[in-house]
Every structure is written in C-alpha cells, then in structure tokens.
C-alpha cells in the first residue's frame, strides 16, 4: 500500500484536482472496485459478520438494501453527476458542485456542507480505527491503542502523499484482497463440514431463532434494515468515485464489475459469521467479541500464512475506507473552508501543502474518538451512514433530476435532514413502551423524508432558480444522450 502511495505521488501531487480528484482519469475497473472498497470498510468484515453471528438471518435485510441501493445509485446518480460536476464550474468537490448548481454567492450552503462533511466523516473515521484496534488486539497480541495508532500511521502515509490516486489504486487492490477472503473463510467451513446441510442442523440446535429471517424484526425492522441502501446517495466518499471516472461512457462498466463485487462480497461477509456460528459451536471455540469472528476463524481454520491473508483482508478493508474518508474530509477543509474562505489567492502547490496538513488533522482527530475500545464499529457506522444519507442523499438526487429546485430549498434539505437525524439519535425521547426513537425506526428513514419534504416545499414556495440552470441540465442531456447509460 505503501509503494503505491509512492508510485501515485508523482501524478497525482501538482495541483488540487490532480490530488483531490485524480484528474478524472479512473478507469472503469478502478472506480467500481474504489467505490465498494471504500463503502465496504471494517463494518462489512467485522461488523456485519459480528452481526449475522449474534441474531442470524434477519440481517440479511440490511444486505438487500444495500444491493438495491447501489445499484439504483449507478443508474440515477453516477452518469449525471460525472457530467454536471464537469459542467458547473469544473467542480472537484461536493460543496463546490452544490455552490455552483445553486449560484449561491453566500457561500453559505457550501460550508453547512462542509460541516457536515467535516463532522460525520470524522466520527466515520473513527470507526475504522476501532476496527483496526480490535484486529490488533485480537490476533497479534498488540494493545489496541497500538492498533489505532499503526492503523492511522499507515493510512496518513500513502494517502498523505499520493492522494486520490494513491487511495483509488490501494482501494483496488484492497477490494481483490477481501474478495478472495471472503470467498475462502466460508468454502472453507463449507468443506470442513461436508455440506450446507450440515451447517444449518448445528444451527438449528444451538439457535433456533437465526434461522428464522424475521426473528426478532418487525414491519418497521425490515424496513429499517433495507433503508441501508438510501444511504447510498449522499455518501460522498463513494459519489466522489462518480466525479473522477474518466468518462459517462465507463459507467455501464463500472456498474456491472462492482455490482458484481459487491453481491459476492457482501454473501461472503454474511456467510461468515453465519457459517462461523456453526464451526465454533462445533469445535466449542469461544469468541470473547462478536465482531471478531472473522479474526477466529483465521487463526483456526488456516496455516498461518493463508490466515495472515485473511488478516491482511481485514486490515485491507479498514484501510481503504478510513483513507477515503481522510481525503474527502481533507478535500472539504481545504478547498471549501481554507480556499473558499481565508485565502482565495493560494496557489496549487500550496494548497496540496495545505490538503496534506489536514489529513493528518482528521486523523488525529479521529484517534481520539477511537481510543474507547467498546465502541461498536457497526453502530458507529450505522449513525455516520444515516447522517450523510439523510443530510445529502434527497439533495443530490434532487440536484440532479429537478430543475426546479433552488438554493433555499437544497439550504432547508441539508439542516433538516441532519437535524432530524441527529435528535433521532440523541434527543431524549420515547415511544411505544418506552424505546428510544432510532429502536423503533433507523433514522435515515426519518431523516430522508424530512429532508426530501423541505426540498420540495420550501423550493417551490420561493423564487426559481436563473435561466442558468435550466441551460445546465440542457447541457447535461445533450451529453447523455450521446452516450446513453
């Protein structure tokens, strides 16, 4: 990962959109194997795993929602983001592309954006970091903080100096490693056991109740869990991949490659802790932490070397998000806070100087939170997904599909949507015998309504947007059409 980071230093580092955006030049294999490394981060191999090994079936929903989610995102999003972002003002980042989209000469929208970016991706962050304290701790005997620390310092090093492209072509590479490992870990089970059979009869006698894919849910369970995949649209360290492809036409390739990745991926990471929950109950392994069985079986169930693979999947898995998150975290800082705000005259070369800075920044900001041991990576996640879901997801779509809408109305979608995430989390609230609000329903589901309702609402009850706009999305169509998706 290291050699990469190297390698890409020496293209990606002259100017800001060569280190922030790769110069939009990713091929169609790199952008999908990107985008779903980078999605696909310690939750998919330690979290989920953790979580079909606890309750079972029932979280097969969540995996449903998330295919559909990415899948729907390659096709309402991708084409029409690559083009607009290139037409509205060459913009390199998300706030940049909102700000020039809605002509807001404030500026103001681009840094609510920027904030929200800033804070979410930071607790984001964090998570991967939990994750590499565990896998640490859990397989080489380290101390976690030492995890978190060697975790981070790896990841500020190649992302530091070869930015975008140096975390593209790791999140590739990456994305080959955890295939191949999450593929092996339950063949593997499969094999020892003889059989599926075989497997779903230790199940069945030691937990009834994982068998069943409505254990435990109810409507607004499954509708809960399939919201996952509304998060897709506002996940800007996945859309990003969208702005950088090198041409709309590489989209429909794109698509088919990672959709393909991602269904063999996500089965696999599943399988694992399902099939997992079988092996250690026949072998009466214990497994002191749910989310680490993918950890156990390694050391169990392979020579050291194969099991070091696995490690490595893990470790790949962690890494490719946590330095996505770093970059669009580092990109907002500096080209929507730094550039737009404090020193409009900076050169290029400073400003990759001033991009560096604050990956390093995040970072550390990130160990921070991290340093609680306890944490959950799946609910740490599970909040930072729903707020970009909520907060960006029916803005961009909007954005992208509705000329109509103006700058009022993206201004109210963004404050609503996070706000009403944020009080389903932590405001002190009951319902329904006493459970808090984000047990009964996730709160994306909240969240994405509301922002969608004050999009619509406040955008049609003020002015409309200039002739400008209505130029852009002409602009925008002829390009599809050319090249239809």
């Given amino acids: 990962m290291l050699g990469i980071g190297l390698y890409a230093y020496r293209a990606s580092s002259e100017d800001s959109s060569g280190y922030l955006l790769g110069g ?40 449903i929602g998330l295919v559909a989610g990415a899948y729907l995102n390659y096709l309402i999003v991708a084409p029409r983001l690559r083009v607009f972002t290139e037409l509205a003002g060459d913009s390199i980042t998300l706030p940049e592309f909102f700000e020039n989209r809605f002509e807001d000469n404030t500026r103001m929208l681009r840094i609510v954006c920027s904030v929200v970016i800033i804070v979410f991706f930071t607790v984001y962050t964090s998570s991967g970091l939990v994750g590499g304290g565990k896998l ?60 599926l059979a075989d497997i779903t009869d230790t199940i069945s006698a030691a937990s009834p109740s994982h068998m069943n894919i409505l254990t ?13 995949g ?20 590489d989209i429909k390739a794109a698509r088919r490659i990672g959709m393909s990745w991602m269904i063999v991926a996500l089965a696999g990471a ?41 490690l490595a999947a893990i470790l790949a898995a962690i890494m490719s998000t946590v330095s996505s998150q770093l970059l669009v975290t580092s990109s907002s800082l500096t080209e929507d806070i730094y550039k737009a705000f404090f020193n409009k005259q900076v050169s290029e070369k400073q400003l990759v100087v001033v991009g560096r800075s604050c990956v390093v920044l995040v970072a550390l900001a990130a160990i921070y939170l991290a340093h609680d041991k306890d944490s959950s990576i799946l609910h740490i996640v599970a909040n930072a997904w729903a707020g970009f879901g909520a907060a960006f997801g029916p803005l961009v779509v909007f954005a992208l599909h509705w000329p109509r809408m ?3 109305g993206a201004m109210a979608g963004i404050i609503v949507g996070a706000s009403t995430v944020l009080v389903w989390i932590y405001a002190p609230l009951t319902i329904m015998d006493g459970q808090t609000l984000s047990s009964v329903i996730y709160e994306i589901v909240p969240g994405v309504l509301a922002s969608s309702l004050a999009i619509v ?19 925008m169509s002829d390009h599809l059409s050319v090249r239809p998706q």
């Fill in 24 to 63: 939009r030049q990713l091929g169609p294999a790199v952008t999908a194997l990107s985008a779903g490394a980078s999605d696909m981060s310690g939750w998919m191999v330690m979290g989920l795993p953790g979580a079909l090994y606890l309750t079972g079936l029932s979280n097969l929903w969540v995996g």
């Fill in 136 to 195: 640490f701790e859990s397989s080489l005997g380290a101390s976690y903080q030492a995890g978190v620390y060697i975790t981070a310092g790896v990841v500020v090093a190649y992302t530091l100096f070869g930015g975008f492209l140096a975390v593209s072509r790791t999140d590739f590479v990456q994305g080959c490693i955890m295939l191949v490992a999450l593929v092996l870990v339950p063949g593997t089970i499969i094999f020892e056991f003889g059989g």
């Fill in 216 to 228: 435990g849910t109810t409507v607004l369970g499954v509708l809960s869990s399939l919201a996952w």
């Fill in 230 to 249: 509304l998060g897709y649209f506002g996940q800007p360290h996945i859309i990003v991949r969208f702005m950088a492809i090198r041409s709309v036409g």
């Fill in 270 to 310: 599943m399988a694992t802790g399902f099939f997992g929950l079988a092996y250690v109950q026949k072998m009466n392994i214990p497994v002191d932490d749910a989310e680490t069985i993918l950890i156990v079986l390694s050391q169990v169930l392979f020579h050291p070397l194969i099991g070091g693979f696995v």
């Fill in 406 to 408: 103006n700058l009022a």
């Fill in 457 to 475: 609402l406040v955008s049609l009850a003020t002015r409309p947007p200039s002739a400008t706009t209505s130029e852009l999305f002409h602009a």
